[in-house]
């Protein structure tokens, strides 16, 4: 029995609809990325207005435009108004976040007393000079550290957008050193991301064994949902919370205590009481949701 | 003559296509603001399976996608993975820059020395206690004061997508405030820039003034390339700086040094010089830029 | 034997120590904001002149400092340099971030699979309205999501200093939300901390035995170093890590797989191989470091 | 006359008195920051206990803070708490604001149409290979860049403390590089603000004809003043307010029309209307003001 409080564990959740949420985050920041990345034609002259070319500017523009990487006409301001630079900015830090995010679960899923998921060893890797037992998770480290400094570099970019007329001071020149470490933290995050998905260890039994330290806590809300059927919505949820204490106090699976208690028995036969207790029965549309994901990231992966 | 430096005026810009830019980044930012507006369907429970929906979870999900104003079914993870609200926060802070923008160069332009654009005055509105003549650029400054936090607000949001598992110990709840402020500064940043715009006063005469306070130094890049047609670029640039600190060491227009120089006064004749010294002929695309951006313009909000 | 890899656990260190850092992270920030919370007097007028208060204004600025509260001549240009602003700022988010640190290292311990400390409870809080056995942490959240807001906040208001001459456009204005929404985040941490940390309950046991749930491969380093004397620090960390390998692959302690090595038993006889894998023997200065940290915080919360 | 609205000036202030503000911020930091720079001993090992060090962990500590160049015995848990980290950004980020403050403040006086200040030219510096007659701001340019990114970087370094444990996954990490990058932008920022402000060339004939533009509009405040002694407080407001709009409507001086009102002009003679508008005659404390911050500035720098 674990501890007095079960803050943590909501209701069952499997590894893969977790994997399918990742994968979720990343297809949409795929999909925003190679919408930000389409070429654009800037052409603009010191000031904007092509002055310098002479009396071809427009016609210039309209021709490089229509060539082949580009989709229109774009000498359109970007000179000026620098929401592209920032809205690119804060697409990369969102995509550095999505990967932070993977780096943050399976960071916490490889603590030593839940050891569900590590991320894969290699020789030389995250050991320590002075403790030879020690593997450090050396790419869950390295991807949340691109990550956490990702969001503040994107803010100085959309930031620098508040610049002065047609050229800032110092406005512009803001933007070129955060730009290019927001690229580079993203694709270490990404590349890093690869190697830790692609070798990630699971460990399924423990997944299990872990899910069973409650003693059944973690399905309380079936039972309840089962009750209220016959007992009605409130009288089930006292009644379960009731059951709740009682095996917390005694530690006792929640199960035997609901089992003692007549009031509950009558309503719930033996083969249902286990059935409730099932966790692999209350994943309600966890493949559905898995199924649609990889749909998702197939097509969006597909067409690249 | 202003003095001895010459940073502010690279060529002449219209005052039209300076506003053509603000109406671009408004356009970018509406068409980008309605995308992130399209209602979602989020539905998930405790931990995002569905399964307290017992098994009419999915099903339920799927008939709700299908209903009126959602586009698909979208059970997809956002509970997890906060991409989306990092997003839409991120073009809250870039719409309240592409507005800030605006704000900063009306505040500019209304330097007591520069005098060339004024926000809308008001009874009772930028008054002071002690200064009786004091008119204060009230709307500029709530428009800027809301711009400049709404950067780091995003940032905040972005990083919170860095949580734990399927729900985070604080990182969701550190987005509710900062999401609403970001929405309160982003709307009242539209609403003050929307009573600047509409009530902006313009001088033309003071910013024709202004422009020739350089005494013509503002039009040597066209002197330059005009003089490049028969002495080369490199020749004509070597020229044309000598002409320009001679006229800033006598405080003399540029055009009457070039006239005074006989290997100028050869290639260009008096009519030429005075042509190329006229602003209003060396605005390029100004006015097809203009137009491309109201019909951008007219094309996005008549959408709306 | 808990998984195939260690990184949590690197050497052993006591609750108390641990707390005792938390004590110095709040001290340093308790010292530095009763500095920054000394009054100070700036008298300035319009444009920090004091002009508008006729001849008199240095002379009643001198008399000001010279009253009570105030410790000398104050009227030095905050008006246009806004340090001080910016400073105090920061250090309100440093100390919402040490306060957050300790909600972090709680709601860590607080995992259902750890189970070391846990939040006070209190009826009604907490709780799930579906999932009866639930008891969400938080206090911790509370904690944690104050703090996730202020360094941003902090940043803004840093950021803001770089105003306009006398008074900003914007540059002041901006900075007045932002520093009340510190000074009631900061605030609202400190109480949630102050309640987190009197309540909280601390299973001793737990502690203990997740210790020994690497087998005493967290004491490997303090073996390696008992070896070295006799072997030479190379060879003491290679045997040791071969001993921890071999340990993890046959799921047996460490001090078992080092008394099988007849080169080791040899060495350590198995009354100080005992008393090496007695973490409790391990601890370094801890109790040294905690009396300090006491003391410290002893002097500093007297004179308050 | 230049324009409907006079928002920039409020009351005349000297530039003496703004390179005194100046002063005063870099003076704050510069004593600010030699604290963050004193040497600190931070021993601690693996997990902060020394426990690797043997029994003579403390007594090392202890004897190595008794050396030159410590204060005292340090080993106090900053392995864990990262506050010290957190200020010393902070005070980084405060130092390239005030720093960037003073490049804001030159680079609007150097507009061309206010000339009031520029910064020194440099052979090669500033020029535009298409604009012979352009001479950028170069150095505000240069240390505007690195200010605008200094406070988010300093929010990444503090907002790194709410890291996990005794060492974080990625917390830790995320602190080295942005912290170099603080220190470089700092320190660029701060050279070159030693080289516009040592070469900086003041227009003071210039500064005294921009004030004139206001037409006597900027001391309205002081005959404000001067009437209020027999007209009272309201009534004084009241007239000058209507004389400030008479003035901006017949762009005549405020003067004349004051002396036009012969309830005004019975209540002051000439001699006391032409001393209201001596501009040199407003400036309070300026004087005063300056010498203390030319004192505090040679206490400060005298003792490094």
Redesign the interface.
Known sequence: M?????????????FG??A???L??VV??HA?LADHARPRLTLA??????????GE??AL?RAMAATAPFDG?Q??????????V??FA??L??TA??L??I???V??M??????EA?EP?APGK?G?S????????VL?????????????????L??????????A???W??E???LFELLRLTGAALNHAVTLVEGL?I?AA?MRA?LD??QG??M???A??ALAATLGKAQA?HR??AA?KAAIAQRRP?RDVLADDPAIANRLDMAALDAIFDPAG?????G??ID??LA?GRAQFSAC
């Open positions: 674990p501890g007095r409080t079960f803050l943590q564990q909501a209701v069952p959740v499997t609809l977790k399918a949420h990742w979720g985050g949409e920041s925003a002259g010191a000031a904007g207005t092509l002055a310098s070319l002479g500017g427009m523009a006409l000498t359109d301001g970007s000179h000026a108004m620098r929401g592209r920032g809205r804060a697409e830090a969102v976040t999505m932070g995010k780096a943050r679960d960071s916490l490889m603590q030593t007393e839940i050891g590590f060893s995250g320590s002075t403790m030879p037992h020690k593997r450090n998770p869950c480290t390295a991807i949340l550290a691109c990550a956490m400094r990702a969001p503040n570099l994107a803010a100085t959309i930031g620098s957008g508040l610049h002065e007329h047609e050229r001071v110092g406005g020149h803001a070129w050193e955060p260890e460990d423990r872990n330290l409650t806590l973690v309380a809300e079936r309840a949902f949820h379960i919370e709740t929640l209350y994943l309600g549309g966890a559905a949701l649609a994901a998702r």
